[in-house]
């Protein structure tokens, strides 16, 4: 059986100093894109935020710490570092799109948890959909003709330590 696994989302050389070039650098070369200052900038903040930023937080700050970035740069390199399961993306309600440095850069198949009364985002290292992941498909493509390559899931609750919260959620 699976196990829940709630740590916060940090890259394995993150700390709040950040990510370190030659780490970034490797990173980035791991899965086939070139190193460019902007996202060696991009991933050292978010390594540094250890937090899901939105684009336009991301270059804001990096403009803010001096970094010649513009939103096109950012959307485009997020994209690339989407693709390429370096980064992942959250959707909280009523919010911009957020991305973060994965726990396991690389590693494609990934899923949230995020609480809806701060939202505050973790990484689950486990799957509960794909104990079922052949019958899923197969009654979906019976019902809808769709042939499925795979999915994208994640959760919304409160969080155990949020303010007023007690981890449970009431019914909607």
Aim: aromatic letters at 4%; glycine letters at 8%; proline letters at 4%.
């Amino acid at each position: 059986m699976s196990t829940l696994d709630t740590r916060p989302l940090a890259a394995p050389a993150a700390a709040a100093e950040g990510l370190a070039p030659e780490a970034a650098s490797k990173m980035l070369r791991k899965v086939g894109l070139k190193v460019t200052r902007s996202r060696l900038a991009m991933l050292d903040l978010l390594a540094r935020r250890q937090t899901h930023m939105s684009a336009d937080e991301i270059t804001d700050t990096l403009r803010e710490e001096g970094h010649a970035v513009d939103r096109v740069t950012v959307y485009r390199n997020l994209d690339k570092m989407l693709d390429r399961d370096l980064l992942a993306m959250v959707y909280i309600p009523g919010r911009a799109m957020r991305v973060g440095l994965r726990r396991n850069p690389g590693s494609p198949h990934h899923h949230f948890i995020v609480c809806e009364k701060t939202g505050r985002v973790e990484e689950l290292d486990t799957c509960f959909l794909q104990e079922c992941w052949d019958y899923a498909a197969q009654r979906i493509q019976e019902k809808s003709g769709w042939e499925l390559t795979g999915h994208v899931m994640q959760y919304v609750g409160v969080a155990p330590d949020s303010a007023g919260g007690n981890g449970k959620s009431q019914s909607r």
